[in-house]
């Protein structure tokens, strides 16, 4: 058993009992709030559907490989290990394809080489920022995102970059 | 406009590359395939988000929430001060922030579109430099265990998957802080409004 299978049994349980304790309806609350979800998954679909059939295309045609490629003398530049390319391309549009390209990449050089490791804390450190843009200007309506994503993707740079100083400072190369 | 450039971007390019690289069949299918990867994507999320937002209603109704809130409030009044002006925005940003901390995405994403909802009233279609903070604080990832990973190395043979810990603390640290300090420093360049 770890932490986070503890989480979300204690949370549940906890919650039900600390609105029990106020005398709220907690089961008719629940399904209330469930509904809710439901609407905003309505709102959440059409971002989804525009994104995941370019991002699948993206993969499909080769692009990802080429783009890799000519990367790979800036990353050397900025201390990045050129094998986590790919991953860095996937990673701001699609969290599933990421974790694939992660998946992939530890297989090849082994969890604990320092790839393996700088793709692990990539991993852990960034998030799936398009998707993010998308889902939530979308959902509150806002058309001139402004410098949200320059912003964002500063973040996931110095994430990347972070991740393979982490590394090299915690294990060496 | 800047996803729809993006998007254009991607397609055109796909195709350009299809056709050089003649797999212009495998890239009309990932198109389609795609799609309806979408809706698969959508209904595997469907229960848990609808289970988050229910347990998040109750967490509201019993209090809970506004004690998380008063957790973060100091730290959150000094980024979205705005914002933390109306007391509704302000607790479903602090349990935005804290199901981020515990790693639960699928809880954080319906209360932080809920405050992004009331964050985004009257500005016309035009992100404000806290709604556009909120965003970046979003797409930087500021989780204290990232369970999936280290599930991922334990799958590829890790005896210690959860070693890398203090590695992505620390890069997870930086990435915030530079989106936060970007954020800033562009919402003076591009003003258009407050």
Known sequence: MNLSSLVIPVLLAGVAVCGMGRRVDVYGTLTHGAEEGLTVLLRVIPALVGLLTAVSMFRASGATEWISGLFAPALEWLGIPRETAPLMLVRPVSGNGALAVASDLMNTYGPDSYVGRVVAVMLGSTETTF???????????????????PAALTADLTGFIASALAVRIFFGT | MAMAWVWTGMVVLSLAFGLLTGRLDAVANAALEGARSAIDL???????????????????????????????????????????????????????????????????????????????????????????????????????????IASVRAAAGCQTPFDILPAVWLASVL????????????????????
């Open chain 1, 131 to 149: 998707y993010t843009i998308a889902v939530y200007f979308g959902s509150a309506g806002i058309h001139k995102t402004r410098h949200t994503i």
């Open chain 2, 175 to 194: 990435s915030v802080a530079a989106g936060l300090t970007a954020a800033r420093l562009l919402s003076r360049i591009g003003r258009a409004r407050p």
């Open chain 2, 42 to 148: 959508s209904i595997s999320m469907a229960g848990i988000l609808c289970l988050w937002s229910g347990v998040m209603e109750i967490m509201s109704a019993c209090g809970l929430s506004a004690s998380l809130a008063r957790t973060f409030r100091p730290l959150l009044r000094r980024l979205l001060p705005n914002a933390c002006r109306d007391e509704e925005t302000l607790a479903a940003i602090s349990a935005n922030v804290s199901a981020n901390l515990l790693g639960l995405g699928n809880a954080a994403t319906p209360l932080g579109i809920r405050a992004a909802q009331r964050m985004a009233r009257g500005c016309g279609g035009t992100a404000s430099n806290e709604l556009c903070l909120l965003v970046v604080l979003n797409t930087a990832s500021i989780q204290l265990i990232p369970a999936t």
